[in-house]
């Protein structure tokens, strides 16, 4: 079989022909393309003529095209449908790409050109888009250390050859690890409290692994967290909360704690290199928030608002333990358990009763149903475009002329290939190419339940919120309509990416949204306005303690990449680092032999290092945008369609303060968030 990576696409829309690429391909494939991204490279050094906007700026920016499209095929595939020889290949190209990144950036008479066209900008009567390419392209080059000279530069490049295969390493040991375990339970009587379809599940897994008769539950989401919220078994749920939080942290060949020791000491040597304090100091200079300091006060002033209320909600589930007659010390593998059935109490609302309210595919068509409403798009599904497992399902999307604007894929289900969590990726990013517009291909990738022999996959109400958040992140993609690829869709500071995602949550406690799909799987019923009044009230139902858990893990964040080299160098125990950065947000006993950074695969292995902050940040942003769809009418068609113009469809195109206030007239306020919060 030819490579079909050395060619281009001739598949409908040029989607990767997935059924034709092999494992053997790839090396060659990449090779192959970053040997023609070193000639563009060369042929923009080379060109004799006056550095202009368009021989340089624009050069650089359609140069490696084959590369990227590539190179995306083969990292989206790691992460969502993986094997160890894909594995082995990303481990070998990825310091390739880490290098010529690295040559391009460093490139001295390359940057000259550049430099040139910056100096003129003024006088280059370029629109807005133009500027703010010119401005990313001179400053990347800046901060990839292109005016290092000698040793500091090969040292530069060194640290980020290294730091891409410390992230690779660490993700193969994260999902190694979560793949490894299985909690085979051969008595009935072990699973008490647990729901019917979930016992079901664990009997038909058994089942797979040829453990007749028994169950087996898995570190998997839709495994794990009903067995902590339902199962009586105190000792079991113990047992399968510390195999999860054991994870990479047991002294083993996947142990993570050396991987981040040595990650964190060259961030604060890369860092430094470029005259920074701090890693953080080198990655917010680029973010809405701009320092670590104004990090740390915004984290800290909201620990403040919440972590009272977060104590009384602990106490709470104490005093609940002890009505019940049940006499324990309150430890982390209670509190999913006993919060759930409290919330029950309080609010006759538990995650089985509203479950048959949300079958997937129904969850899908309203999803849907909601950016067709709010944004003039529709969804034609094409079981014959390409895709790269049988269980993804791909889209056609077309706007309100029937034009197709973009291609969905749909990847829901966990296998032991794909990653835990949920995320939105593109195989190809949005732009115009000489005056047409280059449709993108964006994909959701999420771990639900699956279903299984009759029974259909049935989302909790927080399963149905992270469908809503990573489709966000997709229309982002879906509706970029920007020149230049670079600044398209999702392609903005990192503490601006959620607010598209986080936004969208918020249609899910609306019933006017809800009555489009929210229909009982069995009976076709809508779901009852009581219910939805339910779902509502108990929306605040233990927030403070949620955001409490999300500001540590954002302050956590902060502490291992705000070192100093001396500082980083001189931290030996990853445990006792972290049990330091928890300590102000402390809520139960220390656990011993478990860890949290050893499995924090989003600051150490995703793009949110010094980042994890921008969910909250994100949240101010969400909850006053909200606000005017409040005002004017969840489905306004104004409100959305402004709410396009200025943010989805601009991505990176400005910066996101100026595209914010285009949209809401003015800065945000943290007054939306609190309120619905309930923090004051």
Not at 57 to 77: C, D, K, M
Not at 142 to 171: C, D
């Amino acid at each position: 079989m030819s490579n079909p990576l050395l060619s281009p696409f001739t598949t409908r829309y040029e989607l990767p022909p997935f059924s034709n690429i092999d494992s053997g391909h790839y090396i060659e494939g990449i090779e192959d393309a970053l040997a023609e991204a070193k000639q563009d490279i060369e042929s923009i050094i080379s060109n004799s003529e006056e550095p202009s906007f368009e021989n340089v700026i624009e050069a650089l920016e359609n140069s490696g095209e084959r590369l990227q499209r590539n190179t995306s095929i083969l990292f989206n595939l790691n992460s969502a449908e993986t094997s160890d020889e894909l594995q082995k290949i990303a481990q070998e190209i990825s310091p390739k790409l880490s290098a010529f990144n690295s040559e391009v950036k460093q490139n001295d008479e390359l940057f000259q050109k550049v430099k040139a066209v910056y100096d003129k900008m003024d006088s280059l009567s370029l629109n807005g888009e133009q500027q703010k390419l010119l401005h990313e392209t001179y400053f990347d080059f800046v901060r990839r250390g292109v005016e290092l000279e000698g040793e500091k530069k090969e040292r530069f490049k060194e640290i980020s050859i290294e730091l891409s295969k410390l992230s690779l390493t660490f993700s193969e040991n994260v999902l190694a690890e979560t793949n490894a375990y299985e909690l085979i339970l051969d008595s009935e009587s072990d699973l008490a409290g647990l729901p019917k379809d979930v016992k079901a599940r664990a009997a038909e897994l058994a089942n797979k692994k040829g453990y007749d008769g028994k169950w087996v539950f898995t570190l998997q989401a839709p495994s794990y967290i009903p067995f902590m919220e339902y199962a009586d078994n105190r000792e079991l749920r113990e047992k399968l909360y510390r195999a999860f939080m054991e994870k990479c942290f047991k002294g083993d060949e996947r142990d993570n704690q050396d991987l981040i020791l040595r990650t964190i000491r060259l961030k604060a040597e890369l860092a430094s290199l470029l005259g920074y304090p701090t890693f953080a100091h080198y990655v917010l200079e680029q973010r809405m928030a701009e320092s670590p300091d104004k990090v740390i006060v915004f984290l800290n002033d909201l620990l403040e608002k919440s972590l009272p209320k977060a104590k009384e909600e602990v106490e709470e589930i104490r005093s609940f333990i002890k009505s019940k007659g049940t006499d324990i010390e309150l430890q982390r593998w209670d509190w999913s358990y006993y919060s759930e059935k409290l919330r029950k109490e309080k609010y006759e609302l538990d995650d089985e009763l509203v479950k048959p309210f949300f079958k997937l595919e129904n969850v899908i068509n309203g999803v849907f149903e909601t950016a067709e409403r709010l944004y003039g798009i529709s969804f034609k599904p094409n079981s014959e475009l390409e895709v790269y497992h049988e269980d993804v399902k791909a889209y056609e999307v077309l706007n309100e002329k029937g034009e197709v604007v973009s291609v969905f894929l749909a990847d829901f289900f966990p296998r032991e290939g794909k990653r835990g969590g949920a995320w939105m990726t593109s195989f190809r990013s949005q732009r115009y190419d000489e005056g047409k517009r280059v449709i993108p291909q964006v994909s959701i990738v999420c771990n639900f339940t699956p279903s299984f022999s009759n029974h259909p996959s049935l989302l909790k109400f927080d399963e149905v919120k992270t469908l809503f958040h990573e489709f966000g992140h997709a229309l982002h993609g879906m509706l970029a309509d920007t020149q230049y690829q670079s600044l398209s869709g999702t392609s903005v500071y990192w503490d601006f990416v959620e607010l598209p995602s986080q936004i969208m949550e918020n249609w899910c406690y609306e019933k006017e949204c809800l009555d489009l799909f929210a229909k009982h799987y069995q009976t076709g019923e809508l779901i009852p306005e009581s219910l939805v009044d339910r779902i509502k009230a108990s929306s605040t139902y233990h927030e403070a303690y949620m955001t409490v858990r999300q500001l540590s893990f954002g302050l956590l964040d902060m502490a291992w990449h705000s070192l100093s080299v001396d500082e980083a160098n001189a931290i030996t125990d990853v445990g006792v680092f972290e049990d330091a950065a928890f300590a102000p947000t402390e809520l139960f006993p220390k656990v011993e032999g478990t860890n949290m950074s050893v499995q924090f695969s989003h600051i150490f292995a995703g793009g949110y290092a010094a980042g994890y902050y921008s969910y909250k940040w994100a949240e101010v942003l969400d909850a006053d945008a909200f606000s005017v769809f409040q005002q004017h009418g969840v489905f306004d068609k104004s409100t959305a369609t402004s709410f396009k113009e200025h943010i989805l469809s601009k991505g990176g195109t400005a910066h996101p303060m100026e595209l914010y206030k285009k949209f809401r007239g003015q800065e945000p306020t943290p007054d939306a968030l609190l309120k619905r919060a309930g923090l004051v």
